[in-house]
């Protein structure tokens, strides 16, 4: 099934409304432990859980005047509590709330992407098998190599989306990750009971160890990973972009009905989706650097990770969740010419089996730098437009002492070069 576009979904995530949200959450599960450790009177716990709600505008009237937005948040938890509201935010620091309910909001993206990524693949495995012996030349510096089929090509992208969801696997596990240490991460003020229990209930692990944050290599572990993923995309991007050439056109992008390619000429079906993608994995590959940079903080803990994240938080998971679903559309709708992959097979004129025969030289036991040699002056003359491939081989004395034209025939047969394919696909997808 193709994921529904997720943008609403994902962007959510990233609203005022369920920053704040999720702020409350860690504040209530720091109490609830505190609690369990008779550190807060049962009582106040219930009132808290009864009576804690804010108000996005009260907390952003607040902060015009503060000028700190944690401080804003728990001021306005204290005109909803009442005198209870001393108990919140006991013995912590802002960052333990601010770091804790971050990891809560990348879990929560990286849990929908990786729902994207296994759409993708469902689409690309069906894709595959349905190609899987549709013949097109295959390419090394963008010239004709040997025969590959479509399918096959759709296999490799599938494999490397399954290494993709592996490291975002790995990258939610890295970042579910809690602390409530305090401002130094010594638990002056707050045992790691209360840590421990805390994090529990959100559903994270505690750090093992934590400064005023927890370290900033965890996230670049994170926002790398959508930075590969999105390197993998625009990869598959732009295989369509230059398959869809006019000069080659073996694929193309879905186009609706309605839909204009160019304000100037009618004619025009561009790869606007596979481009699109291109640009974004750009933003997402800077905003992975951005990331990197916010490993290195001043002693236990400065500011200047905080802007970045702000930003890129919301900017890559949004981002990769879009081009995950634009790419799955694109796939699913992909148009694919398999009579014009046989056009463009032939267009070498059978110099895509010039290895098979500089191999069958070398079996007959000519000295293989002689038999590159035999080979090239035919492939050569192919190149200057004389003759078809074959034909030459055929007519060429020094190659036909060594090999019969029943010889040829087979070497220039495409079962040679597709004869695995089944057991890559087993291989693949099992």
């Not at 409530?180 to 009971?193: D, E, H, I």
Request: glycine share 6%; proline share 3%; hydrophobic share 40%.
């Amino acid at each position: 099934m193709i994921p529904r576009y997720t943008r609403a979904r994902m962007g959510s995530i990233w609203e005022d409304q369920n920053k704040f949200q999720k702020w409350l959450e860690v504040e209530l599960a720091a109490c609830e432990a505190m609690a369990e450790e008779g550190i807060i009177p049962a009582e106040a716990l219930n009132n808290i859980k009864e009576r804690a709600a804010f108000s996005v505008e009260r907390i952003l009237e607040i902060e015009e005047e503060t000028k700190h937005d944690v401080i804003a948040f728990l001021t306005n938890l204290e005109e909803t509590v009442g005198p209870d509201s001393r108990y919140i935010h006991l013995g912590l620091t802002s960052s333990d709330i601010l770091d804790t309910s971050f990891a809560l909001q990348l879990k929560e993206a990286m849990e929908i992407i990786i729902q994207d990524v296994e759409g993708l693949m469902e689409v690309l495995k069906r894709r595959a098998f349905e190609h899987k012996d549709t013949v097109m030349i295959g390419r090394s510096h963008g010239i004709h190599a040997e025969p590959i089929t479509f399918g096959l090509k759709l296999a490799v992208w599938y494999s490397e989306m399954e290494r993709n969801l592996h490291r975002l696997h790995h990258a939610l596990e890295m970042i579910s990750y809690g602390k409530l240490s305090g401002a130094v991460g010594t638990f002056a003020n707050v045992s790691p009971r209360v840590e421990e229990r805390a994090c529990e209930i959100l559903g994270l692990k505690p750090a093992k160890i934590s400064t005023q944050i927890i370290q900033r290599d965890r996230h670049a572990y994170y926002f790398a990973t959508l930075a590969v993923l999105a390197g993998s995309l625009e990869k598959i991007a732009v295989e369509i972009r230059h398959l869809q050439r006019t000069e080659v056109l073996e694929a193309e992008e879905p186009f609706s009905k309605g839909q204009k390619g160019s304000s100037a000429m009618p004619h025009k079906k561009n790869p606007i989706g596979s481009e699109n993608i291109s640009g974004l994995a750009r933003l997402v590959r800077t905003n992975c650097l951005a990331a990197m940079e916010n490993q290195a903080l001043w002693h236990e803990r400065d500011i200047s990770h905080s802007s970045v994240e702000r930003v890129i938080g919301p900017d890559s998971t949004i981002l990769v969740d879009f081009m995950l679903n634009r790419l799955t559309r694109i796939l699913e709708g992909l148009v694919v010419h398999p009579e014009k992959m046989a056009n463009n097979l032939n267009l070498t004129r059978g110099l895509i089996f010039s290895q098979q025969v500089l191999l069958k030289l070398a079996q007959k036991g000519v000295e293989r730098q002689r038999a590159y040699a035999m080979v090239q002056r035919n492939a050569l003359k192919v190149w200057e437009g004389e003759a078809d491939f074959k034909e030459l081989i055929l007519a060429d004395t020094e190659i036909m002492e060594y090999l019969s034209p029943k010889e040829v025939e087979e070497i220039f047969d495409l079962k040679v070069h597709l004869r695995y394919v089944d057991h890559i696909f087993k291989r693949v997808f099992g």
